[in-house]
């Protein structure tokens, strides 16, 4: 699937497809014809367009997904009914995509993401670039002694200024990230126990969901439930937490440690690899970490605790795990960003 991308770029993916055998099956998008395809959206719509893609997507052993965007805003004023219905019925696509198909997910830069991080065009590109091919190998390595914690943990606790959260992730695995499917990369998650959430969290970067930018998000939870949520859209910010029951619960808790990313972008691809980030996500959980937990939501919010963000800590079954954005124990410390360079 290629969205907004130049049509060089995609007839150079069809014949690197072809060089390794496979049989090709290319779909060009939208961006603004995607938009209008939602503005007056129906059920029986959303069916037919999720059989013909569930179809397809079974007949297929790996996906590539090049997604550019001339504006990350476009869907920002489709109604909240429609995307909420919309993403409901499609849900079995993306479950099957990446629960049964090899997948890599990556960003076009153009001008408009270079906007969005405040750069010029160029600086944007080269900077891109330094991510999308860094040290991979490398970064597989040093993540592996925090999968190995991650796994045997069973309390967490979160401490940032606003935020005072725990909850437990004991029974529930841990997956390392290091340029497998998503490019850029650099995490390690897991899932919270579904209803072992309690406390208060306030995110401190930006967040885009559905064409829509959100800022100071604070949540409220109470034995795993988000029982009072806050932005600078509360409104539409709880249209969309009320898309289905499991929508107010969490399915990823995930700890971000990519060297060159340092500043959000209003990019989940890019923002929750943010050196120093932890994200905590409303919605679905993934089947290698599965809580139970259901939802057409799968909304990543990033927290950085570096010390220009107003700092903060993660511990790990009361041991200090991370403080300020730098990881403290000594067999995680070449996650830091001056070692993992």
Request: glycine share 8%; aromatic share 8%; hydrophobic share 35%.
């Amino acid at each position: 699937d290629v969205t907004d991308t130049p049509d060089a770029f995609a007839v150079e993916l069809v014949r690197a497809a072809r060089k390794r055998g496979a049989i090709p099956l290319v779909e060009t998008r939208s961006g603004r014809v995607g938009r209008e395809m939602l503005m007056d959206t129906s059920e029986p719509h959303a069916k037919t367009v999720r059989d013909i893609e569930l179809n397809r997507m079974k007949k297929c052993d790996a996906y590539v997904a090049v997604r550019g965007s001339h504006n990350a805003t476009e869907n920002s004023d489709i109604p909240s009914d429609n995307l909420s219905m919309y993403s409901r019925t499609l849900r079995p696509v993306l479950n099957y995509r990446v629960n049964k198909t090899r997948w890599v997910v990556i960003r076009w830069p153009n001008g408009a993401m270079a906007q969005g991080a405040g750069m010029s065009t160029e600086a944007f590109e080269d900077f891109f670039f330094q991510v999308c091919t860094m040290d991979y190998a490398k970064m597989a390595k040093a993540q592996k002694p925090l999968i190995r914690r991650m796994a045997k943990t069973d309390k967490v606790h979160i401490k940032s200024p606003g935020t005072d959260l725990s909850f437990s992730i004991k029974g529930l695995d841990a997956v390392g990230c290091a340029g497998d499917r998503n490019i850029p990369d650099g995490e390690v998650f897991s899932c919270p126990v579904k209803k072992s959430v309690n406390g208060v969290l306030q995110y401190n970067t930006p967040t885009l969901y559905a064409g829509t930018k959100f800022e100071n998000v604070r949540l409220e939870f109470k034995n795993g439930k988000i029982v009072d949520a806050t932005a600078s859209d509360t409104k539409r910010l709880n249209e969309i937490f009320d898309t289905d029951p499991g929508a107010r619960y969490i399915g990823e808790f995930s700890l971000g440690f990519n060297p060159y990313i340092k500043e959000p972008m209003c990019d989940i691809l890019f923002d929750e690899k943010i050196a120093g980030s932890l994200h905590f996500t409303p919605g679905q959980a993934y089947e290698e970490c599965d809580n139970g937990n259901r939802s057409a939501v799968h909304w990543d919010m990033v927290l950085i605790q570096r010390p220009e963000y107003g700092g903060g800590e993660v511990w790990f079954d009361d041991e200090l795990i991370r403080k300020n954005g730098q990881f403290v124990a000594k067999d995680l410390k070449p996650l830091n960003p001056s070692q993992l360079k």
